[in-house]
């Protein structure tokens, strides 16, 4: 899309109205229809192009595979960053991360924030979330809408509890799956016969990658190596220089942790059919970022904004009215997903929101490209990136101050970039920075800063310890 129709599609948006309508409207998908339930799940750390249905040749993915083929997968998905905090609160208000502010450690998302469940509870539903990672715990803003917001991570021990659960001695080697599938089938034995939005955070894809000896063997049958696989974030057995066929295994791991993952998903899609068997229901399955496997040098993620860290998968599933097996070539973002959930719910006043309903494209109707901006401004990084289908500007800022393009049509595995002597790159870069000069001024008029964390000593140990604050505190007594 040009850069003068950005501009105009950002008027647009700042003169919506900053609540949400309970009222459908004219021409929305649910406009004239009874309200379905809507599932949004998220899987953490989840690479789409480790899933059968994004061409993935081993077995990782059966169930979402399903899903995939029974409704419509997005090709070309983009979250606005590579890690989860400020990724859900894209998916949760339909804004950049440089608009919605939460962008680092240490914030809260601001009450004056709109949010998808408040909109959907305005409009009549139920609203429920559970979540297996810290980042979703309630102290960072994100429960904001939520009837009931559950954490499915380990609890902490009764003298150390605080504000309810939190999670156990190391939250990146808890397994949530089963207990989420638990906590859920209680949720739904109370009844309730609302519209039901119902959010699902599974955070077992998220190193470590300890899956259940069954899930690993389908993808590295004879490892029979000694490697320590535990701490991945800080473990220095796991680097760029690690074995060919110790690397194997780790992505071995990390293909069984979505196996496991998916068969999580299966359980709790078989008992939203048993409880919920008389409701229409939209499903939507994406991630909030990717992993990276050293394709760029780096471990894990929140480090880049190549396209492993930030790709994601973006399935929607709606027996009756979604076309199965449909395909979505053009490129959308996480931020697409709020507009488009409440055209489905017939909002008919919608927030202020930067994303925008892709309901058409999701029915094999055209809609014009927009590009997707890219954000990492955590750990004293000032990434920002603009990606379109065929190219992916990157610029650096800080201590060197350097751009660089991609021509993804040639090199989409991001190795050879080009300067900004290129005409290209040098328009992308104006585009990149007029689109943050747009947010900037929607964040001014939306009045919505983040504000500061504010926890208790235990809870702010707990968090320190897992990586989730920047402010050592002391140890609790």
Not at 392 to 420: A, M, S
Not at 424 to 446: C, F, H, I, P, T
Request: hydrophobic share 35%.
């Amino acid at each position: 899309m040009s850069v003068g129709h950005a501009t105009r599609a950002a008027a647009l948006a700042f003169c919506a109205l900053a609540s949400c309508s309970r009222n459908p409207g004219a021409g929305t998908p649910g406009a004239n229809a009874a309200l379905p339930d809507i599932v949004l799940v998220s899987i953490d750390s989840l690479r789409p192009d480790h899933l059968g249905c994004y061409g993935y040749r081993l077995p990782t993915s059966p169930n979402i595979d399903a899903l995939a083929a029974g409704g419509v997968r997005c090709a070309q998905a983009l979250s606005t960053t590579s890690w989860t905090l400020p990724a859900h609160a894209a998916l949760f208000t339909g804004l950049y991360d440089s608009t919605h502010g939460l962008v680092t450690n240490g914030l809260t998302l601001s009450p004056r924030a709109t949010t998808l469940a408040e909109c959907l509870a305005q409009r009549g539903y139920r609203t429920a979330g559970f979540f297996g990672g810290p980042y979703l715990h309630p102290a960072f803003g994100l429960s904001q809408g939520f009837e009931t917001w559950e954490s499915c991570m380990s609890p902490l021990t009764e003298e150390q509890t605080v504000g309810g659960k939190l999670g156990g001695e190391s939250a990146h080697a808890d397994v949530t799956g089963p207990r989420t599938v638990a906590t859920l089938e209680r949720f739904l034995e109370r009844p309730d016969r609302r519209p039901l939005f119902l959010f699902v955070h599974l955070f077992d894809v998220h190193y470590d990658y300890a899956p259940p000896p069954e899930d690993v063997v389908p993808f590295d049958p004879d490892y029979s190596g000694q490697t320590d696989f535990s701490r991945v974030d800080a473990n220095p057995a796991i680097s760029k220089d690690m074995p060919p066929r110790e690397l194997r295994h780790l992505i071995a791991l990390y293909d069984g942790e979505i196996r496991f993952t998916d068969r999580n998903l299966a359980r709790i899609l078989a008992l939203l059919e048993r409880q919920r068997s008389d409701r229409s229901r939209l499903l939507v399955v994406t991630a909030d970022h990717g992993e990276e496997f050293f394709e760029h040098g780096n471990k894990g993620h929140q480090s880049s904004l190549y396209d492993e860290q930030v790709c994601i998968p973006l399935i929607w599933n709606w027996p009756g009215h979604l076309t199965k097996d449909t395909l979505v070539r053009d490129p959308v973002r996480i931020i697409d997903i709020m507009p488009t959930l409440l055209s489905v719910a017939g909002v008919e006043d919608p927030p202020r929101m930067q994303g925008r309903n892709i309901w058409p494209l999701l029915t094999g109707k055209p809609l014009p490209e927009e590009p997707a901006l890219l954000e990492l401004l955590v750990d004293k990084n000032d990434l920002r990136a603009l990606r379109r289908p065929g190219s992916k500007i990157i610029h650096w800022r800080g201590q060197f101050d350097v751009t660089y393009g991609y021509n993804l049509l040639r090199d989409r595995f991001e190795n050879q970039p080009v300067e900004l002597d290129q005409d290209w790159v040098a328009k992308g870069k104006a585009d990149l920075q007029q689109q943050l000069e747009v947010n900037s001024k929607l964040r001014g008029e939306l009045k919505a800063e983040p504000q500061s964390l504010k926890l208790s000593r235990e809870l702010d140990y707990r968090l320190h310890q897992f990586g989730y604050t920047e402010r050592a505190p002391g140890k609790p007594r």
